[in-house]
C-alpha cells in the first residue's frame, strides 16, 4: 500500500540558508501535518493543512512556511536556518473527510535536516 | 487542551519479562489514542489505536493496551519481550487537526 513519502530523506545545510520539505501524502487524503522531532524529544506538532487550508497551527516559528498544493502535497520552506534546526522532520497525513473514523495519521519515515 | 503524559522516561525488563508502558492522557470528549514505535534514527510506527468498542486493543508484535476511562489511561502491555522491542515509544492522542505526543519512554531488554 502506498505510504507517505518525504523528500528529501537526508538534508544537509549551513547557518542562514533555506530548506524546503516535501510531503507527499496517502492518494486520497486530504490533511497534512509536520512534526518536529529534536534529538531525545518527542514529535511536536507544528502545523497541518486541511483541503489546503490551514488547519492547526502549533510551535512553528516565524522563520517556517508551509503550504498544501492541489495536488495535496505539502512543502514545509525554512529560512534563515539555525543550529537548533537540526531534527528529524515526520509529515503525516489522513483523511478528515468522514471524521470520527479517519483520524489517524500516517507518518512519512522523516526528513532528517543537519544545519552546519 | 489535549496533553499526554508518559510518567517513565525509561524501562529496562529482562528479555521474556512482561512489559507495561503508563500513558495517561488528558482530553474534553472521546479521546483517540495511538501507541507509536521509533527505532533510533528510524521513523514512526503504529502498534495500536484505540477510537472506541473495546477497551482491550490488540496491536502488531503481540503489544496490547488497554483504554481506562475512569484512570485516563491507556497502558501498553507485552507478555514476554523480546531484545528486538528495545526502543522508543510514544503514546499519542488525536484530536481535531493535529496529534499530541507524549516525551516518550525508551525501553531497554537487558539478556
Known amino acids: 500500500a502506498a505510504g507517505v513519502i518525504q523528500s528529501p530523506r537526508h538534508l544537509i545545510k549551513e547557518k542562514r540558508e533555506t530548506a524546503t520539505l516535501k510531503c507527499y501524502p496517502i492518494?486520497?487524503?486530504?490533511?497534512v501535518y509536520w512534526y518536529q522531532q529534536g534529538p531525545g524529544q518527542d514529535p511536536q506538532f507544528l502545523i497541518s493543512f486541511y483541503e489546503k487550508m490551514q488547519s492547526d497551527k502549533g510551535s512553528i516559528p516565524d522563520r517556517f512556511s508551509a503550504q498544501q498544493f492541489s495536488d495535496y502535497h505539502s512543502e514545509l520552506n525554512m529560512s534563515s536556518l539555525e543550529l537548533g534546526d537540526s531534527a528529524l522532520y515526520f509529515c503525516a497525513s489522513s483523511l478528515m473527510g468522514h471524521r470520527p473514523s479517519n483520524t489517524e495519521a500516517f507518518f512519512g519515515q522523516g526528513t532528517r535536516l543537519t544545519v552546519v | 487542551a489535549q496533553s499526554v503524559t508518559q510518567p517513565d522516561i525509561h524501562i529496562t525488563v529482562s528479555e521474556g519479562a512482561s512489559l507495561e508502558l503508563r500513558c495517561n492522557y488528558s482530553?474534553?470528549?472521546?479521546?483517540?489514542l495511538f501507541w507509536y514505535v521509533q527505532s533510533p534514527g528510524q521513523g514512526l510506527q503504529l502498534l495500536l489505536k484505540?477510537?472506541?468498542?473495546?477497551?482491550l486493543v490488540q496491536g502488531i508484535k503481540g503489544f496490547e493496551a488497554e483504554f481506562k476511562r475512569s484512570q485516563s489511561s491507556f497502558n501498553l502491555r507485552k507478555p514476554s519481550v523480546h531484545w528486538s522491542d528495545a526502543a522508543e515509544y510514544f503514546c499519542?492522542?488525536?484530536?481535531?487537526?493535529?496529534?499530541?505526543f507524549g516525551a516518550g519512554t525508551r525501553l531497554f531488554v537487558k539478556a
Open positions: 492518494p486520497r487524503h486530504d490533511t
Open positions: 499519542a492522542v488525536a484530536g481535531g487537526f493535529k496529534t499530541i
Open positions: 482530553y474534553g470528549a472521546t479521546p483517540y
Open positions: 484505540y477510537f472506541s468498542g473495546d477497551t
